[in-house]
């Protein structure tokens, strides 16, 4: 039995040792996700795998990370294959499997470019070092004589050349140098690939419709699976007619899953396994089960208990100076409260996974997941299995933005698989995914700003009401007491408030950020109008001093805001019925501030187009970065026209009618504006999201002189 | 469950379904054509796109037994050496993030095109608008249209 798709060697699972001619004649490269190599005169390293070179000439380049539409699986390569100095155009790229030798591979907090940056460098250019050598040898020169040029060796004296192909041997005789010794680029001056707009390694079979995807994984005699679970999280199943399910057709089993507590692991439910997921989605109309539940949390509930502590103290997270006092002493003072709901990740592709339980104990699993070690460990433990015998291949993502952190529906494949002992596809519906993902959770903000003579804001109180278990706050609904404004105003207060919650949360692209940024740049903005400020100006004020330690970079923030409103030509006059806006902000090691244009009639508002000032520092691929740029602003006016609502425990909404994300007459033209700075190079999965929701309905305020305090926007009356 | 024969890129398959099974579903599960995506299976999301005699529609609430009689052409059978207009300007714009959707953007903008040789931003968003792209690549889909039907004239050819 095999994946028909994949090819039958597989050598990124071979175990190198040393730096050796493998069976095939390659020579084979690898460093440590540590970035540390051995001294020099020692061939051992520790054997990550990044590079393979073929006596024909082909680069084979590995990619250790998932893919998720985040572009790595072509920038990753492109680092090495800029220290390797060979043409793009030779390069051939494979995914790794999950491999504890690669150490880190996750999709998230992008934090991928930042780790993979040395070792990558590391992996092209110890195998350059090792080729030239090889040359010198050969040639009894002096290495430093010798240039590297297009996977070709030249020695410039005697007009000698050799193309890498032809040092394999050589190569794989010379002492593994030690980092050091290694011509590392870390400029844009340097690079010759980098930087360039380069497109993905997968698009043509992207276009072509060619097996990639999780959902696409097709093995002789698989079986398509469905797996129910209770509306109301974490629903015990007291009765359910499996029986009568398996009499449908093309039913092969149904059967109830006891499951665990754990709501971000295998929760109770029952399984339909059939030969078709067709056959899998009639039988299910059959279904019927007696469920068991313990809470019924509603969106109206948490309102009501949230207005209820909105009237009492919190609990004060920090406080500097007297806010109090300073608010009594200020010349205006400013007050807002703001609003946003629940929202859902939304892959395009619905959780999805195969699995093979083989007699021997082993399972192999082919998933889309963003962090397939954490996969393997729920697996392991709640399937009482040792991790060692698990297997898991990575699969292109059909969406990530943080959902794939969760494996609830890898490790249910899993259980399944070990019932069934043959291959299994669970493939879960549009509405089991809406009703049960890991929510990015709603808060309140309650802001009051006190401006000063000068027409600074001066201090700052702020009581944000976020939900909760036992006291803590749940996953994705924390905010750090160092976040900006604190630090940038003298008198500081932030106090909490936590609402008990029952439904399961999660990490969504910038967990936290992304939801929390726009109240903060929205108020920014109300308190500038109140100070008679420009709003650029009052920005770059409020970054131009620090209280202690400064929360961000404050010139590496500035220094976007300044770039974004000259490419937008801040301080012009947009037209009639046209405003426009704009917003700051630092996360998950990246400096993005927008300009937003947008031109409404009446209440009806068209996002014409964004400006981006982008410090990441040196920019890898082009193409990708741009891209997440300009995805990340969609992705941003999509997620604030939505809501996941909830009544007696469970979720209202079900598909696309009513959970709508954008559609392409919603999107603006995104114009990117890279400041290249002399830092290490970043990811940009993340930071441009959170400033676009302010930067946006800000401009809607410039334009229409409606302040939107509450998500969905439409609670505003404004339509985009 | 019954025979049916269905005309699939330029090839018959015979089918063996009930008669009310999606097409998305006979082709995913039966005939192991796996390019054609699940979205929603109500119609809403376009990643399912085909075309059926040239033009786009939902697979996965189009059952097969409407379609004996038509010729339908799925992301696998679109120009597989990749020389359309619509391949070329797609791979040039470097479009697709995730790509999940991307096959179904790729039959709907070839549709318009056939129709319509030099769309307006707003047709595009007209003809294009059915087609839900999460990781937001709607600029790039703008500009990859245009790009195909420049290409498509550059060379008088049909797009």
Same mark, same amino acid.
């Given at each position: 039995?095999?994946?028909?798709?994949?090819?039958?060697?597989?050598?990124?699972?071979?175990?190198?040792?040393?730096?050796?001619?493998?069976?095939?004649?390659?020579?084979?490269?690898?460093?440590?996700?540590?970035?540390?190599?051995?001294?020099?005169?020692?061939?051992?390293?520790?054997?990550?795998?990044? *590079?393979?070179?073929?006596?024909?000439?082909?680069?084979?380049?590995?990619?250790?990370?998932?893919?998720?539409?985040?572009?790595?699986?072509?920038?990753?390569?492109?680092?090495?294959?800029?220290?390797?100095?060979?043409?793009?155009?030779?390069?051939?790229?494979?995914?790794?499997?999950?491999?504890?030798?690669?150490?880190?591979?996750?999709?998230?907090?992008?934090?991928?470019?930042?780790?993979?940056?040395?070792?990558?460098?590391?992996?092209?250019?110890?195998?350059?070092?090792?080729?030239?050598?090889?040359?010198?040898?050969?040639?009894?020169?002096?290495?430093?004589?010798?240039?590297?040029?297009?996977?070709?060796?030249?020695?410039?004296?005697? @007009?000698?050349?050799?193309?890498?192909?032809?040092?394999?041997?050589?190569?794989?005789?010379?002492?593994?140098?030690?980092?050091?010794?290694?011509?590392?680029?870390?400029?844009?001056?340097?690079?010759?690939?980098?930087?360039?707009?380069?497109?993905?390694?997968?698009?043509?079979?992207?276009?072509?419709?060619?097996?990639? !995807?999780?959902?696409?994984?097709?093995?002789? @005699?698989?079986?398509?699976?469905?797996?129910?679970?209770?509306?109301?999280?974490?629903?015990?199943?007291?009765?359910?007619?499996?029986?009568?399910?398996?009499?449908?057709?093309?039913?092969?089993?149904?059967?109830?899953?006891?499951?665990?507590?754990?709501?971000?692991?295998?929760?109770?439910?029952?399984?339909?396994?059939?030969?078709?997921?067709?056959?899998?989605?009639?039988?299910?109309?059959?279904?019927? *089960?007696?469920?068991? #539940?313990?809470?019924?949390?509603?969106?109206?509930?948490?309102?009501?208990?949230?207005?209820?502590?909105?009237?009492?103290?919190?609990?004060?997270?920090?406080?500097?100076?007297?806010?109090?006092?300073?608010?009594?002493?200020?010349?205006?003072?400013?007050?807002?409260?703001?609003?946003?709901?629940?929202?859902?990740?939304?892959?395009?592709?619905?959780?999805?996974? #195969?699995?093979?339980?083989?007699?021997?104990?082993?399972?192999?699993?082919?998933?889309?997941?963003?962090?397939?070690?954490?996969?393997?460990?729920?697996?392991?433990? #709640?399937?009482?299995?040792?991790?060692?015998?698990?297997?898991?291949?990575?699969?292109?993502?059909?969406?990530?933005?943080?959902?794939?952190?969760?494996?609830?529906?890898?490790?249910?494949?899993?259980?399944?698989?070990?019932?069934?002992?043959?291959?299994?596809?669970?493939?879960?519906?549009?509405?089991?995914?809406?009703?049960?993902?890991?929510?990015?959770?709603?808060?309140?903000?309650?802001? &009051?700003?006190?401006?000063?003579?000068?027409? &600074?804001?001066?201090?700052?109180?702020?009581?944000?009401?976020?939900?909760?278990?036992?006291?803590?706050?749940?996953?994705?609904?924390?905010?750090?007491?160092?976040?900006?404004?604190?630090?940038?105003?003298?008198?500081?207060?932030?106090? %909490?408030?936590?609402?008990?919650?029952? *439904?399961? #949360?999660?990490?969504?692209?910038?967990?936290?950020?992304?939801?929390?940024?726009?109240?903060?740049?929205?108020?920014?903005?109300?308190?500038?109008?109140?100070?008679?400020?420009?709003?650029?100006?009052?920005?770059?004020?409020?970054?131009?001093?620090? !209280?202690?330690?400064?929360?961000?970079?404050?010139?590496?923030?500035?220094?976007?805001?300044?770039?974004?409103?000259?490419?937008?030509?801040?301080?012009?006059?947009?037209?009639?019925?046209?405003?426009?806006?704009?917003?700051?902000?630092?996360?998950?090691?990246?400096?993005?501030?927008?300009?937003?244009?947008?031109?409404?009639?009446?209440?009806?508002?068209?996002?014409?187009?964004?400006?981006?000032?982008?410090?990441?520092?040196?920019?890898?691929?082009?193409?990708?970065?741009?891209?997440?740029?300009?995805?990340?602003?969609?992705?941003?006016?999509?997620?604030?026209?939505?809501?996941?609502?909830?009544?007696?425990?469970?979720?209202?909404?079900?598909?696309?009618?009513?959970?709508?994300?954008?559609?392409?007459?919603?999107?603006?033209?995104?114009?990117?504006?890279?400041? %290249?700075?002399?830092?290490?190079?970043?990811?940009?999965?993340?930071?441009?999201?959170?400033?676009?929701?302010?930067?946006?309905?800000?401009?809607?305020?410039?334009?229409?002189?409606?302040?939107?305090?509450?998500?969905?926007?439409?609670?505003?009356?404004?339509?985009? | 469950?019954?025979?049916?024969?269905?005309?699939?890129?330029?090839?018959? /398959?015979?089918?063996?379904?009930? =008669?009310?099974?999606?097409?998305?579903?006979?082709?995913?599960? /039966?005939?192991?054509?796996?390019?054609?995506?699940?979205?929603?299976?109500?119609?809403?999301?376009?990643?399912?796109?085909?075309?059926?005699?040239?033009?786009?529609?939902?697979?996965?609430?189009? =059952?097969?037994?409407?379609?004996?009689?038509?010729?339908?052409?799925?992301?696998?059978?679109? /120009?597989?050496?990749?020389? /359309? =207009?619509? +391949?070329?300007?797609? +791979?040039?714009?470097?479009?697709?993030?995730?790509?999940?959707?991307?096959?179904? +953007?790729?039959?709907?903008?070839?549709?318009?095109?056939?129709?319509?040789?030099?769309?307006?931003?707003?047709?595009?968003?007209?003809?294009?608008?059915?087609?839900?792209?999460?990781?937001?690549?709607?600029?790039?889909?703008?500009?990859?249209?245009?790009?195909?039907?420049?290409?498509?004239?550059?060379?008088?050819?049909?797009?």
């Amino acid at each position: 039995m095999s994946v028909r798709r994949k090819s039958d060697v597989d050598t990124s699972r071979r175990a190198f040792l040393k730096v050796s001619l493998a069976a095939s004649g390659a020579l084979v490269v690898g460093v440590g996700w540590t970035g540390l190599v051995t001294a020099a005169g020692e061939e051992t390293w520790v054997p990550n795998l990044y *590079v393979r070179i073929h006596p024909d000439g082909r680069v084979t380049i590995v990619s250790k990370n998932p893919e998720a539409g985040q572009g790595v699986k072509t920038a990753f390569p492109m680092v090495v294959a800029e220290h390797l100095e060979i043409p793009w155009e030779r390069v051939e790229v494979e995914q790794a499997p999950l491999d504890d030798r690669y150490g880190r591979q996750v999709v998230g907090g992008s934090r991928g470019t930042p780790d993979g940056w040395n070792d990558l460098r590391i992996a092209g250019a110890g195998a350059l070092y090792m080729l030239t050598r090889a040359a010198a040898a050969q040639w009894n020169v002096p290495p430093e004589s010798l240039a590297a040029v297009n996977g070709v060796i030249r020695h410039e004296e005697s @007009g000698r050349s050799a193309a890498y192909e032809t040092l394999l041997e050589g190569a794989a005789r010379q002492p593994v140098p030690d980092v050091s010794v290694l011509k590392l680029k870390n400029r844009p001056e340097e690079f010759k690939l980098l930087g360039r707009f380069v497109p993905g390694v997968d698009n043509a079979r992207i276009i072509h419709g060619k097996p990639l !995807f999780g959902c696409d994984v097709r093995m002789a @005699g698989m079986l398509y699976a469905q797996y129910v679970k209770c509306p109301v999280f974490g629903g015990r199943v007291k009765k359910a007619n499996t029986p009568e399910v398996e009499r449908q057709p093309g039913i092969v089993r149904a059967f109830v899953v006891e499951g665990t507590d754990n709501l971000s692991g295998l929760m109770p439910g029952v399984a339909i396994v059939g030969e078709t997921w067709w056959a899998v989605n009639k039988a299910r109309e059959a279904l019927k *089960v007696d469920w068991e #539940t313990t809470h019924a949390d509603s969106t109206e509930g948490y309102a009501r208990e949230a207005a209820k502590l909105a009237g009492g103290d919190g609990e004060t997270m920090r406080h500097d100076g007297d806010v109090e006092k300073a608010l009594e002493g200020a010349e205006k003072v400013v007050e807002a409260s703001y609003y946003y709901p629940f929202v859902s990740h939304c892959n395009l592709e619905p959780q999805v996974a #195969t699995a093979l339980y083989r007699e021997s104990g082993k399972l192999e699993m082919w998933a889309p997941t963003q962090n397939p070690r954490g996969a393997r460990a729920l697996i392991a433990r #709640t399937l009482g299995m040792d991790e060692r015998d698990i297997h898991i291949e990575l699969e292109r993502i059909g969406g990530g933005f943080g959902r794939r952190l969760t494996h609830d529906y890898m490790v249910e494949t899993a259980w399944i698989a070990r019932e069934m002992r043959v291959p299994v596809q669970l493939q879960w519906t549009r509405e089991d995914d809406l009703q049960h993902d890991f929510y990015r959770p709603a808060a309140w903000h309650h802001f &009051r700003a006190g401006i000063d003579g000068d027409g &600074r804001m001066s201090a700052f109180d702020h009581h944000f009401i976020t939900f909760g278990r036992g006291g803590e706050t749940v996953s994705g609904a924390s905010l750090s007491s160092s976040h900006y404004p604190a630090g940038l105003v003298k008198d500081f207060r932030l106090r %909490q408030s936590i609402i008990e919650c029952n *439904v399961p #949360t999660g990490p969504w692209r910038s967990p936290g950020h992304s939801a929390y940024c726009w109240a903060y740049q929205s108020f920014f903005d109300e308190v500038a109008l109140a100070a008679e400020k420009d709003q650029l100006e009052f920005r770059l004020d409020l970054l131009s001093r620090s !209280f202690g330690e400064p929360p961000l970079d404050l010139a590496r923030t500035a220094g976007t805001l300044k770039k974004a409103a000259q490419a937008a030509g801040w301080g012009r006059d947009p037209g009639p019925g046209r405003g426009l806006g704009m917003a700051f902000h630092y996360d998950h090691g990246g400096f993005v501030s927008h300009v937003a244009q947008v031109h409404a009639k009446g209440n009806r508002v068209r996002v014409e187009k964004v400006w981006s000032g982008i410090d990441v520092g040196p920019v890898i691929n082009l193409s990708g970065a741009r891209n997440q740029v300009e995805g990340a602003v969609v992705d941003a006016l999509s997620t604030s026209q939505l809501e996941i609502t909830f009544t007696e425990g469970a979720v209202q909404q079900s598909n696309f009618h009513d959970y709508a994300l954008a559609t392409i007459d919603q999107a603006p033209e995104v114009e990117c504006h890279f400041i %290249q700075s002399d830092f290490p190079p970043m990811g940009l999965g993340e930071p441009p999201m959170a400033p676009a929701p302010p930067a946006i309905a800000n401009a809607i305020f410039a334009a229409t002189g409606v302040r939107i305090r509450e998500q969905p926007w439409s609670r505003a009356g404004i339509i985009v | 469950m019954g025979q049916i024969t269905l005309s699939i890129n330029g090839e018959k /398959h015979a089918v063996d379904v009930s =008669p009310d099974t999606p097409l998305l579903w006979a082709l995913r599960d /039966h005939l192991d054509m796996v390019g054609t995506k699940y979205g929603c299976g109500v119609g809403l999301c376009g990643s399912c796109t085909v075309l059926i005699d040239g033009e786009a529609v939902r697979a996965c609430t189009m =059952p097969v037994e409407a379609l004996e009689n038509v010729e339908i052409t799925t992301i696998e059978g679109f /120009h597989p050496a990749g020389g /359309h =207009p619509v +391949q070329r300007a797609w +791979q040039d714009e470097d479009v697709a993030q995730c790509g999940y959707c991307q096959g179904g +953007q790729v039959l709907a903008a070839a549709a318009l095109l056939k129709t319509n040789p030099d769309p307006s931003d707003e047709e595009i968003e007209d003809a294009m608008g059915g087609n839900i792209c999460r990781c937001g690549t709607y600029p790039r889909i703008r500009k990859a249209v245009k790009l195909a039907a420049r290409y498509a004239s550059e060379e008088g050819g049909e797009a």
